[in-house]
């Protein structure tokens, strides 16, 4: 694994605190704590696929959740897909509901990522570490605030023996405190990747949002979110004109993600299902 990916693996573990999400993965935090929601299923059909019928689908993910509302388990089977590879996460906690430890079984590989958070609750140290002793990895997350103690800045150090890679993240924000946009660039200051959001005000429900990547090629991609009355997301439109329309049941739980292609056509349809403690 090169340092750019290790970089990307290790992002996508630091934003679970603080990024804004784009889509929509069946995870509704109050809902979940307002009914107990102890497991979640998905399944998924691929109609668009050849030989595939609406009867067929499998289990992609499962997510099990505490009496607490904390996810401790997450399953995601990749092969579902027809795409190689699964993992699976066991995730511990303090008495502070935050995430100390991960364990990680993936590509036969049982991989553990150990957290250590500053006194904002922000991920300040983390240490990957391999079954096999092999490929270990430490990172360290320095932070800079604004006068609303929010991020203003991160530098990312990762160190796996002699090598050394660091990147930089910078935060902007709108006059209600929402993140609009976010910069990654490399040591050189090199701009990786631009993204930009926007946010209702109140409600924190997002909008618009934009990437922008350079490294390693470019590319740009939009989307646009759309919700009902009660403020259910029920459709996210792509700018390469596929979509994701989102269905909900009488309890507000979401039970189907349709996705269309760019020729209109149904790609894929995500069903879900629930256990209730």
Not at 86 to 96: A, G, I, Q, R, V
Not at 143 to 154: E, G, L, M, V
Not at 184 to 195: A, D, G
């Amino acid at each position: 694994m090169n340092n750019f990916h290790r970089f990307f693996i290790i992002t996508i573990t630091l934003l679970l605190i603080k990024a804004t999400a784009m889509g929509q993965d069946g995870i509704d935090s109050a809902l979940f704590k307002k009914f107990g929601v102890k497991k979640m299923w998905v399944y998924v059909k691929i109609p668009i696929l050849p030989n595939k019928t609406m009867n067929d689908s499998c289990m992609c993910e499962t997510y099990e959740f505490d009496t607490l509302n904390r996810m401790i388990y997450e399953n995601n089977n990749l092969k579902c897909y027809g795409w190689g590879g699964s993992y699976e996460n066991f995730n511990t906690f303090n008495n502070k509901n935050q995430v100390t430890r991960t364990k990680q079984n993936s590509y036969n590989r049982t991989i553990f990522m150990d957290f250590v958070y500053n006194t904002n609750g922000d991920i300040e140290r983390i240490l990957h570490t391999n079954s096999d002793n092999a490929d270990t990895v430490f990172t360290i997350n320095q932070y800079s605030y604004n006068s609303k103690n929010k991020i203003k800045t991160i530098k990312n150090t990762n160190i796996s023996g002699i090598d050394t890679s660091i990147f930089f993240m910078k935060y902007n924000y709108d006059s209600f405190d929402n993140v609009s946009q976010i910069f990654t660039y490399t040591k050189e200051m090199t701009l990786i990747k631009k993204e930009t959001f926007e946010t209702t005000p109140i409600s924190k429900k997002l909008l618009e949002f934009t990437v922008e990547k350079k490294i390693p090629s470019e590319s740009y991609s939009k989307g646009w979110n759309y919700y009902n009355t009660e403020a259910q997301l029920i459709k996210t439109q792509y700018n390469n004109n596929t979509w994701t329309e989102y269905v909900y049941d009488n309890n507000g739980f979401l039970s189907k993600a349709l996705s269309y292609n760019i020729n209109g056509k149904l790609n894929t349809i995500k069903l879900y299902f629930y256990e209730l403690y």
